[in-house]
């Protein structure tokens, strides 16, 4: 294994671009629990940066082990080296840059062929901004086993490091189409038979009330604005959770999730 001491070292700044989005093909990968989702999604794995802390330990030891028989590339550093390229203040000591899994459309296609429509459900995200909400909703919909998530432009980076923390690696198993434009997704929708439906607050039907059965596309705006008027009228179908206390609305991952349960019910 390699021991690295310089913060100037090639594999030091690779790992800092890597964690700021600056190298689009991988994916930073920070704490023992999401570093072993990696092994587990079977993804190639570029660099591995561990602690002596962490090697120390009965999970780093079983880790490292595993990880040796899908990279080469493992390397100790000191817990300031470590620092300057960890996303989180209380790291555990190991990270993890492995390829990005294939997105697009042909992937959550083939999701849906494979499934054979089992339990029809795609969500799309339009312009989610907050990588906490994003990571929220993803680890929700693979808790619920939806046929794919599919985010638009200008959404935040499903394979950020918050939105991977918060997906607790959900993103590096789901079928996913990034970076889509909203038309496309709902003409798409609308070729492989999805009925698509969204929230609205003046929705007459409650979302208990919407026949889960058919084959549907849950469709969310961003947090701040929502979908746009000439948005919603693309939209199928409309749905509204009652809220008490004169509350107006609901973050948007508790929201998804009342939805998706209520659809896997």
């Known amino acids: 294994m390699l021991k690295i001491t310089s913060r100037d070292n090639q594999k030091i700044k ?147 490091p918050k939105a991977i923390r918060g997906a607790m690696g959900a993103s590096l198993r789901l079928p996913l189409w990034t970076n889509a434009d909203f038309p496309e997704v709902l003409e798409w929708s609308r070729e492989k038979n999805l009925k698509s439906v969204c929230a609205d607050v003046n929705a007459e039907k409650l979302y208990t009330e919407i026949d889960w059965n058919a084959a549907r596309l849950l469709v969310f705006g961003s947090e701040a604005h929502g979908l746009s008027a000439g948005e919603r009228a693309r939209i199928d179908e409309s749905l509204l959770i009652p809220m008490a206390n004169g509350v107006e609305s609901l973050n948007i991952a508790v929201a998804c999730g009342i939805i998706l349960y209520e659809a896997r019910r």
């Open 14 to 160: 690779f790992a800092r671009k890597a964690r700021d989005g600056r190298e689009r093909d991988f994916v930073f990968v920070e704490g023992a629990r999401l570093a072993e989702e990696v092994l587990k999604a079977n993804l190639p794995i570029r660099e591995v940066f561990f602690t002596e802390d962490f090697a120390e330990t009965e999970r780093g030891q079983s880790f490292l082990n595993a990880v040796k028989t899908k990279s080469e590339s493992l390397a100790e550093v000191s817990t300031k080296i470590f620092d300057s390229i960890a996303d989180t203040k209380t790291s555990q000591g190991i990270i993890v840059i492995c390829e990005k899994p294939l997105t697009g459309e042909s992937v959550v296609n083939a999701n849906l062929l494979t499934r054979n429509l089992r339990f029809p459900l795609v969500i799309l995200l339009h312009e989610i901004n907050n990588p906490n909400n994003l990571g929220a909703i993803l680890r929700t919909a693979e808790a619920v086993d939806v046929s794919g998530v599919i985010t638009t432009k200008n959404s935040a980076d499903v394979f950020s």
